[in-house]
């Protein structure tokens, strides 16, 4: 049974950091793309970022220079260090895991980032910006 469990979420004010952390289980992460997604309310879930098996990244425009994807395959882990935060990007917070090695960074470079991509998901967890 793959699980994903999210940590780290919180409320920060504006400019602020927080650094989210998934564990992986049940699952040999190490072969495919991790992603970080986020759902605000009344949007749809947007893609952040993501690291393939090659431990190269890709972020969304919005959050260059400011996110910083990274993942440790011994331990299972993936994390997002977060800077300089805005409250436009208070929203809930999803780990994700890749359903094909397939989709590498190359590929969400040429495609574009969508949830379909991805086969196991976490329950998300909150971040709230306040200004």
């Known amino acids: 049974q793959v699980q994903l469990v999210e940590s780290g979420g919180g409320s920060v004010q504006s400019g602020g950091s927080l650094r989210l952390s998934c564990v992986v289980s049940?699952?040999?992460?190490?072969?495919?793309?991790m992603g970080w997604f986020r759902q605000a309310p009344g949007k749809e879930r947007e893609g952040v970022a993501t690291?393939?098996?090659?431990?190269?990244?890709y972020y969304a425009d919005s959050v260059k220079g400011r996110f910083t994807i990274s993942r440790d395959n011994a331990k299972n882990t993936l994390s997002l260090q977060m800077n300089n935060l805005t409250p436009e990007e208070t929203a809930k917070y999803y780990c994700?895991?890749?359903?094909?090695?397939?989709?590498?960074?190359?590929?969400?470079?040429?495609?574009?980032?969508?949830?379909?991509?991805?086969?196991?998901w976490g329950q998300g967890t909150q971040v709230t910006v306040s200004s």
């Open positions: 049940g699952y040999t992460a190490s072969s495919y793309s």
């Open positions: 690291i393939d098996s090659d431990v190269t990244a």
């Open positions: 994700a895991a890749a359903s094909n090695p397939y989709y590498s960074n190359s590929y969400f470079r040429q495609f574009g980032l969508r949830e379909w991509q991805f086969a196991y």
